[in-house]
T-cell receptor, first 115, second 114 residues
Framework: DTGVSQNPRHKITKRGQNVTFRCDPI?????LYWYRQTLGQGPEFLTY????????KSRLLSDRFSAERPKGSFSTLEIQRTEQGDSAMYLC?????????????FGPGTRLTVL | AQSVTQLGSHVSVSEGALVLLRCNYS??????LFWYVQYPNQGLQLLLK??????LVKGINGFEAEFKKSETSFHLTKPSAHMSDAAEYFC????????????FGSGTRLSIRP
C-alpha cells in the first residue's frame, strides 16, 4: 500500500492556459474522488468515480473542468482556460467501497497557482 | 442537505492541557461523521469516524470524539496536548445511505504553547 499519489505537486500557469493533474489511487480501490481546497477553507467536493463511471459532479465543476478515469485506475483532472479563481489545492482521494462506510484516503494534493 | 460547522477557526492550548475542538452537524439523514487532520503541506489524514456503532469513537494519536444526536455534535477531544498535535483539523459529514462525497467544515487550526 503506497498511498494515493498526485502529480505534479505544484503547478504554476498563466491565465488562459490548460492544465492537467493526475491521481493514482491505492491499488484495488474502486472509488476515486476529487476535491478542491482554497486557503483557509475545508475541501469542497468536485466529482467522484466508481471504477470507470463518473457518478456525481458538483455544480462547482464548470464546463472548463473535466475529469476522467478511463480504465478504472488512475484519474486525470483537466482545467481549460484557467482563471485566477482556479488557484487552489486539488486533492484526490480513493476508497474501497463495499456498500457502506468506505474510508477515503487522501493524496498530498496538487497546488495550482494561476498568474 | 448536509453541513458542518466548526466553532472557532483557531484554538490555542498549552502542552499537556485538554484539547477540545467543537463540531456541529446538520443532516436530514443518518450521518457518517469524520475528523481529519492536515499537517502543513500534507494531505488529509483520517483521525476517526462514526458510522452508527458506538457513540464514543476512539481514533489515532489519543484523540476521541463523541456523537451526540440530541445536540447534533461531534466534538473532538484529547486529554493531554503534545506539540506534534499542532495542525489543521477538519470535521466532516457524509450521507450514510450513499456513503459518497464528504462535506467538510472550514477547519480549526490547533496551536500548542510550550
Amino acid at each position: 500500500d503506497t498511498g494515493v499519489s498526485q502529480n505534479p505537486r505544484h503547478k504554476i500557469t498563466k491565465r488562459g492556459q490548460n492544465v492537467t493533474f493526475r491521481c493514482d489511487p491505492i491499488s484495488e480501490h474502486n472509488r476515486l474522488y476529487w476535491y478542491r481546497q482554497t486557503l483557509g477553507q475545508g475541501p469542497e467536493f468536485l466529482t467522484y468515480f466508481q471504477n470507470e463511471a463518473q457518478l456525481e459532479k458538483s455544480r462547482l465543476l464548470s464546463d472548463r473542468f473535466s475529469a476522467e478515469r478511463p480504465k478504472g485506475s488512475f484519474s486525470t483532472l483537466e482545467i481549460q482556460r484557467t482563471e485566477q479563481g482556479d488557484s487552489a489545492m486539488y486533492l484526490c482521494a480513493s476508497s474501497l467501497y463495499r456498500g457502506s462506510a468506505d474510508t477515503q484516503y487522501f493524496g498530498p494534493g496538487t497546488r495550482l497557482t494561476v498568474l | 442537505a448536509q453541513s458542518v460547522t466548526q466553532l472557532g477557526s483557531h484554538v490555542s492550548v498549552s502542552e499537556g492541557a485538554l484539547v477540545l475542538l467543537r463540531c456541529n452537524y446538520s443532516s436530514s439523514v443518518p450521518p457518517y461523521l469524520f475528523w481529519y487532520v492536515q499537517y502543513p503541506n500534507q494531505g488529509l489524514q483520517l483521525l476517526l469516524k462514526y458510522t452508527s456503532a458506538a457513540t464514543l469513537v476512539k481514533g489515532i494519536n489519543g484523540f476521541e470524539a463523541e456523537f451526540k444526536k440530541s445536540e447534533t455534535s461531534f466534538h473532538l477531544t484529547k486529554p493531554s496536548a503534545h506539540m506534534s498535535d499542532a495542525a489543521e483539523y477538519f470535521c466532516a459529514v457524509s450521507d450514510a445511505s450513499s456513503a459518497s462525497k464528504i462535506i467538510f467544515g472550514s477547519g480549526t487550526r490547533l496551536s500548542i504553547r510550550p
